[in-house]
């Protein structure tokens, strides 16, 4: 059962046998896992990093991940913190289109924007 104060969408298949809830966190950390994927990506920004994601637990990965679910449509706004050296457009075309296939493929919700914003670029450690 969903908390009072959690956004859920109910979900609709012809072979239901009840109601299914997805609360809209889960739709932002299928998000930020699938961009977490991409290479190129250092992090969610105001995440943790993927080494602490297993201490933390996967619900970190919903932090820099805003989604919006209105009427089975999906619009994901998304803080992404890239490694030097990787081309930003080229990476953000991949991460949009990570994001946009997972949520789709998991949730059966159809997404209609997928916006990101670099809040950094983080250099290597050289020490």
Known sequence: MANEG????TIETEESFGEVK???EVVAIIAG???S???GVASMAGNVTRDLIEKLGVKSLSKGVRVQVEEGD???A???NIDYGYNVPETCAKIQDKVKTAIETMTGLE????NIKIA????ENTK
């Open 6 to 9: 959690t956004h859920t969408t």
């Open 78 to 80: 998304m803080n992404i």
């Open 33 to 35: 896992l699938a961009a």
């Open 111 to 114: 997404v209609s924007e997928v």
């Open 120 to 123: 950094s670029v983080v250099m």
């Open 37 to 39: 994927e991409v290479k």
């Open 22 to 24: 997805i609360a809209d």
């Open 74 to 76: 999906v619009k994901v």
